[in-house]
């Protein structure tokens, strides 16, 4: 879409920041129209509707994570190791892409595009599941923890960053990732 200065990529940009402030659902193509500072008819010359909109918004935030799980580093090499590479790579991606994992976070599988995103969800989890059931299975971590549970745990702390962080405020990507792995891994305690 090249109206008023708008590529593909700002009109994403804008939509997400739109897509997170009134909600997916809330979201009429009227207020993308306003937003962007073009007509309704405009953006549907460009693309056939919000939930191809939505779409593209899940897949940056998707797209990211299986990068990541298909590079080496995320399959070579003892499991923990990898498993704490994830981990970092994961908040990297978080803060990197915020706003549109923001929107991913809150799909409930509403539409074929949401139930789409959240199947490719669960098999990133299942990579992770079982990538945490190897490394317990090498003794490096727990064993008395379920690794479906503890996979839930950990990327339940990753994916709370996104409900609070501020990057203008807050730490940077490898200190989120530090304090992440510190927690996870060794716990609050003092040894």
Known sequence: MKRRGHDPESVLRIAVGVFNERGYDGTSMEDLARALGV???????????????????????LDGLFTMIADPRASTGR??????????????????RLPYVKVLL??????????????RRRE??????????????????RPDI????????LFGTVNSIAEWYQP?????????ADAVLKLTFNGLRVP
């Open 168 to 176: 203008a405020r807050g730490a940077s990507a490898d200190q989120l």
């Open 124 to 141: 990133f989890d299942r990579f992770i599941s079982a990538l945490v059931k190897e490394a317990a299975g090498d003794g490096d971590l």
């Open 106 to 119: 809150r799909v409930h599988g509403n539409s074929p595009t949401e139930t789409r995103a959240l199947e």
């Open 79 to 96: 499991a923990i190791t990898r498993l704490e590479w994830v981990v970092r790579q994961s908040v990297t991606i978080l803060v990197d």
């Open 39 to 61: 007509t309704k008819s405009a953006i549907y010359y460009h693309v056939p509707g919000k939930e191809q909109l939505l779409g593209r918004v899940l897949d940056v935030a």
């Open 146 to 153: 379920d690794p479906s549970l503890a996979t839930r745990l």
